[in-house]
């Protein structure tokens, strides 16, 4: 039996979890009639402190855990090693770790959401929210441009923001597909400057969920000690 997968949306204001999703500590399995095998359904115990933080040390989401044993690890030197692809990723394997992740991003904005410190924090943070929605472009642009550079992880559906206003809107959807040219002009200087100072590693390239050997995690050993 194979679960039709829903069209994603990366950031939630909000941090409201979709109604499919589901935390539970143990995996649950399921039988697939056509061709006998058995999947198994990921869960986890929700954390209760957030998994990423910005500090002086960790600026960026990228040098969070960098030091973390298997960061590097891919497809393409996880077992072999001339280098040569070893893929023993299945589908299956892939779209469970995909929604277990997608489970750990929901919690972790939603608690992000929840945690923010301060009345006068919270003040501002509606102030910018405001001027995203209702001020001038050149504002909307800047407010948005803010909010992604200061936490991309937890307030990412400010960069959907931008992207949608440039023309890149998920899913070939109507809002952004055809944008005003100085509003989509406007928009792409800023994600340029954003993905090019901020977003993107200059170490390394970025590992899709596919290339990563997820199959390793299939036994006893865990992704996270926090998970």
Avoid at 13 to 20: A, F, L, Q, T, W
Avoid at 22 to 45: C, D, E, I, R
Avoid at 170 to 199: C, H, I, K, W
Wanted: charged share 30%; proline share 3%.
């Amino acid at each position: 039996m194979v679960d039709v997968k829903e069209r994603r949306r990366r950031g939630n204001r909000n941090g409201e979890k979709p109604s499919h999703h589901h935390h539970a500590k143990n995996a649950t399995s399921q039988f697939n009639p056509q061709n006998g095998t058995v999947s198994s359904k990921l869960g986890y115990k929700p954390h209760s402190t957030l998994l990423v933080q910005f500090t002086e040390e960790t600026p960026t989401w990228y040098d969070c855990g960098r030091n973390t044993a298997g960061r590097e690890d891919t497809i393409f030197n996880g077992d072999n090693k001339k280098g040569q692809q070893t893929n023993k990723n299945t589908r299956d394997i892939v779209s469970k770790y995909r929604q277990l992740a997608d489970d750990i991003f929901s919690h972790e904005v939603s608690l992000s959401r929840h945690s923010a410190g301060g009345e006068q924090t919270e003040k501002d943070e509606k102030w910018v929210e405001n001027t995203m929605k209702r001020g001038t472009l050149k504002d909307r642009v800047a407010a948005m441009s803010v909010v992604v550079g200061m936490d991309c992880m937890h307030k990412i559906y400010a960069l959907d923001m931008l992207l949608d206003m440039a023309g890149c809107a998920l899913g070939g959807g109507e809002q952004g597909s055809l944008p005003n040219s100085r509003v989509g002009q406007m928009a792409s200087e800023a994600l340029a400057d954003l993905f090019v100072n901020t977003l993107l590693s200059k170490d390394r390239k970025l590992v899709s969920l596919e290339e990563r050997p997820l199959y390793l995690y299939e036994g006893d050993r865990t992704l996270s000690p926090r998970v």
